[in-house]
């Protein structure tokens, strides 16, 4: 079943090669890794069976087209070719969007070839698959023995879906490529109808129709562009008559005033004396505050700009604890000759002890050293 990864734009797509063992299915797919860009393959991975194997890798080729306009990647499987792996084809074929079916050219691989296409048959029933309805191609594999059967006496044998078919060279990589782009290139238009897209993988099919191509959009009619008409000239404001007995100012003459100046008081008539400026009321002067006692600043706080000759407490706490600290230092160097005195005492007191010890010790020696002596004479 096709795989869509639609983070990577990305859609896989599994093909089968099946088939008679030593038939050339691992050397198709060993052809193909030889030979595939190094960008655009993946490890190729071997399971060894006794007397066959069955192979697998990644295969992301550039020119095999789109499906529903994202990039194919191909996974490539052969299944072994002895009947006694039998569940192991029945295995691999689960989920196949394609099968090749590689045929021995050779006369006596006759028997082999129906019996192997006969269980492929069996085997995708059993898969819930159709072999007239996936997408299939016979490749006619080993086509430069000395003795082979033509293509049109092993298509009688085999192929009676009409499936395409191609001739190959395996072992020197002749045909392997072009039986691989014929079934992709099946495989690609098949999952592009299904989606509903046409066969570059592009193009939507709408339903129940072929392929419309894009409707031209219509070209935009030319209209004359509407002339504006002329803006009426605005009528000028009347200018306001000028009061009686005040002086007419003529427009452009005399500074203008600024919108939020003040306004320019009349002047007086001539022969009139100038009205005088009423005086201003003169508040009186309200009683200064008498100045607050400077109060001492908050403890663990610093002396501030209006308390500078507060005391502070932080302050006196520190003089205070020096004060202390030099009065122990001092009480110390007093009492350390004497609390020494007593200690050398008690020590020269030791060593006379000691002393007078081993004098007794010696005089004890030589006192019984005497008496031996005596017994000896």
């Not at 607050?292 to 604890?321: D, M, T, Y």
């Not at 200690?343 to 020269?348: A, F, M, R, V």
Request: proline fraction near 10%; charge should be positive.
């Amino acid at each position: 079943m096709v795989q869509i990864n639609f983070a990577s734009r990305e859609v896989s797509v599994k093909i089968v090669y099946y088939g008679p063992g030593r038939s050339g299915k691992t050397t198709n797919l060993e052809q193909i890794h030889k030979k595939a860009p190094q960008d655009s393959k993946g490890e190729l991975i071997s399971i060894a069976t006794e007397t066959d194997r069955t192979l697998y890798f990644d295969f992301l080729p550039l020119d095999l087209g789109k499906i529903a306009g994202m990039t194919t990647k191909f996974q490539l499987y052969t299944v072994p070719g002895q009947v006694y792996y039998n569940a192991t084809r029945k295995l691999v074929l689960q989920g196949a969007d394609g099968v090749i079916f590689v045929a021995d050219s050779a006369p006596g691989m006759k028997d082999e070839n129906i019996e192997s296409i006969e269980n492929l048959e069996e085997n995708l029933e059993e898969n819930g698959l159709d072999i007239s309805d996936i997408p299939l191609v016979f490749q006619w594999n080993k086509r430069d023995l000395p003795e082979t059967m033509t293509p049109e006496e092993l298509n009688a044998d085999m192929n009676k879906w009409n499936a395409p078919t191609c001739e190959a060279v395996a072992v020197r990589g002749e045909g392997v490529f072009k039986t691989l782009k014929l079934l992709a290139s099946v495989v690609i238009k098949r999952l592009n109808r299904e989606h509903g897209f046409a066969e570059d993988g592009q193009t939507r099919i709408p339903a129940g129709g072929a392929a419309a191509p894009p409707a031209a959009k219509p070209a935009a009619a030319a209209q004359p562009a509407a002339q504006k008409p002329a803006a009426a000239p605005k009528p000028a404001a009347p200018a306001p008559a000028a009061p009686v007995g005040q002086p007419v100012r003529l427009a452009g003459s005399g500074p203008k005033a600024h919108p939020g100046a003040a306004p320019v008081r009349p002047a007086a008539p001539v022969g009139q004396a100038k009205p005088a400026a009423p005086a201003r009321p003169v508040a009186p002067a309200a009683p200064r505050p008498a100045a607050a006692a400077p109060q001492p600043a908050a403890a663990g706080g610093g002396r501030s700009g209006s308390h500078r000759g507060a005391v502070n407490p932080l302050s006196l706490e520190i003089r205070k604890r020096k004060e202390e600290a030099v009065a122990r230092q001092q009480a110390q160097a007093t009492t350390a000759p004497a609390a020494r005195q007593p200690q050398k005492k008690k020590g020269s007191r030791v060593i006379v002890l000691l002393i007078v010890l081993f004098l007794m010790g010696a005089l004890g020696a030589g006192f019984y050293y005497l008496k031996y002596v005596k017994q000896l004479f």
